[in-house]
């Protein structure tokens, strides 16, 4: 049972972070968000009929987990600080100036893409993500968020013209 469990984390812990991470815009809460979903796995116990339905259940409980966490008392009253890749772009040891330029422009590409997906509302950034970095199609996002198809397809319509619009010279 251990051995199993253990091997759930490990194959879809940066599968729960990432759509954390997605939805809340800070490092710590999603590393809050990943550590809840799994304690839910561990003591909720569910039984599940194939890893697509344990998938669908991680994903969905992880939702849930963030919604808790926007509606916290605590989230209200503290000002949220910058997520930790400031920290890791400080830490950045570059062994040549080439190397050094590139990472730089990296960072410039990956900052204008955050800032385009900060400008998408929750719902179209969680619709993004799980329909390009989760490979789920309108119905399967429909079913985990509780909206309807055509509501996911207007999400992700909006979100590509926003994207469009701010990324374009970048795409």
Known sequence: MQDEFEDIVRRESATVY???????????????????????????DPVFTDADHR???LLRTTI??????RRSAWRRRVH?????????????????LRQHREQMQRDELSARI?????????????????????????????????????????HLRR????LERLLGDAL
């Open 18 to 44: 990432r759509l954390a991470f997605s939805r809340l815009r800070n490092a710590a809460d999603a590393e809050d968000v990943c550590q809840a979903v799994f304690l839910r796995l561990l003591n909720a």
């Open 114 to 154: 955050d800032a385009a997906m900060e400008a998408l509302s929750e719902k179209q950034r969680t619709a993004v993500h799980l329909h390009y970095f989760e490979g789920l199609s309108g119905d399967e996002i429909a079913n985990l968020t509780g909206d309807r198809p055509s509501t996911v397809r207007s």
């Open 159 to 162: 979100a590509r013209k926003t």
């Open 55 to 57: 998938h669908a259940w």
């Open 64 to 69: 849930n987990c963030c919604a808790d966490v």
């Open 80 to 96: 949220v600080g910058e997520s930790s890749r400031s920290a890791a772009r400080q830490a950045l040891n570059c062994q040549s």
